[in-house]
């Protein structure tokens, strides 16, 4: 399936944005949505809604049937060990706070540390600044290198016996750059800590298969891989997942409920409480099936294609700064020297280009890199080579509308 047969899928693509074609560079934030997805929503909402596992009647049963479906699917997607290991939530952010206060909150006390790095989303530092404070804990950051990746001479020094967890971005959102996750699970594991992924910007755009990294948790964002929002994913060991501690309570993930005190259910549903995310679950379902379909390795390929020729493009426009490695994601953030990057990205949507542009959740992010935002460009599956020429044509008119006006 080439770009062109894939485009035919997204029908929010073929409109017009201030007069001119969209242009959607921003799917690092939220990708848009293909026919297949749209669809088993509306489906699930016409013809079978209904609650699950609850009931015994027809569209319960289908119901329940389509949600644990895509449960499965996601287990194969990522090549999960068992079905129990995977939780569905509201999406990567929810998947972190609960294994911040599920199990790290109850396994952490003072003198103990917490690693990450500067280039972490606030989804992935927050949660962490708040055990710290409430257990004693020490929470340490990685030293990036000066293109902002990560030395493994320099993890197997900041990671010591005392660093009980290990949490990581697999993929940076700014930086683009594509950590070693499974070299440092080996480590953080060699000194008894556990491995917490940020798969938000991964899952959507490589093979990730957990088992292989040997994390032990791995968080996932429904909307940025196709999916509908409010939906994610948190993949734990099952050893870890029984061990950990539920953080949110009511019907749903209750076995046994007496006056005084209550027992919970089994894995997976321990942890759904209330009830659970059905349309977006079943919408997260055929998302996998269409990024199965297309293949991830294929995905992956055309996205280091596209990066590499927008940088190559970019190159040749004079004043631009570019963060972040050679060898990166689908993604290229940037400055124009002398034009804020809120300018640039207002001046690109007049020209139905779609850019982001701020601090990208990533405050700590920018102060390393000594900047107070920048704008970014990032790909998927159904952008164009064509599409970045528009794009860089676009910052062209950008620098010279700044220039002759000011």
Known sequence: MNVNEIRKYFPILDQEVNGKKLVYLDSSATSQKPIQVI???DNYYRSYNSNVHRGVHTL????????????????????????????????????????????????????????ITYMEHHSNIIPWQQVAKATGATLKYLNLTPEGTIDLAEAEKTITPNTKVVSIMYVSNVLGTINPIKELAAIAHKN?????VDGAQSTPHMKVDVQDLDCDFYAISGHKMCGPTG?????????????????????????????????????PWKFEAGTP????????????DFLEEIGMDNISRHEHELAAYALERLSE??????????????????????VHPHDVATVLDMEGIAVRAGHH??????????????????????NTKDEIDTFVSGL??????????F
């Not at 060991?237 to 950990?244: A, D, Q, Y």
């Not at 959740?361 to 704008?375: H, R």
């Not at 062209?396 to 006006?405: A, D, L, P, Q, R």
Request: with cysteine.
């Open 396 to 405: 062209i008119k950008t620098k010279e509308y700044f220039t002759n006006v």
């Open 39 to 41: 669809e088993a929503l």
């Open 317 to 338: 426009v004079d004043g631009v700064t570019i963060y972040g490695p050679k060898h990166r994601a689908g993604l290229v953030t940037f400055n124009i020297e002398d």
């Open 192 to 196: 008894g800590a556990i491995m917490v």
């Open 60 to 115: 319960g049963t289908k119901a329940t049937d389509a949600y644990e479906g895509a449960r499965e699917k996601v287990r194969k997607f990522i090549n999960a060990d068992k079905v129990e290991e995977v939780i569905f939530t509201r999406g990567a952010t929810t998947s972190l706070n609960m294994v911040a206060q599920g199990y790290a909150r109850h396994n952490l006390s003072e003198g103990d540390e917490i690693v």
């Open 277 to 288: 995310i059905i349309a977006g679950a079943i919408g997260l379902g055929a998302a996998v």
């Open 361 to 382: 959740c990533a405050q700590p992010l920018m102060k390393w890199l000594n900047v107070s935002s920048t704008a970014r460009a990032s790909f998927y599956v159904y």
């Open 231 to 267: 939906v994610g994913v948190l993949y734990g060991k099952k050893s870890l997942l029984e061990k950990m501690e539920p953080v949110e309570f009511g019907g749903e993930m209750i076995d046994f409920v007496d006056l005084y005190d209550s027992t919970w259910k089994e894995l």
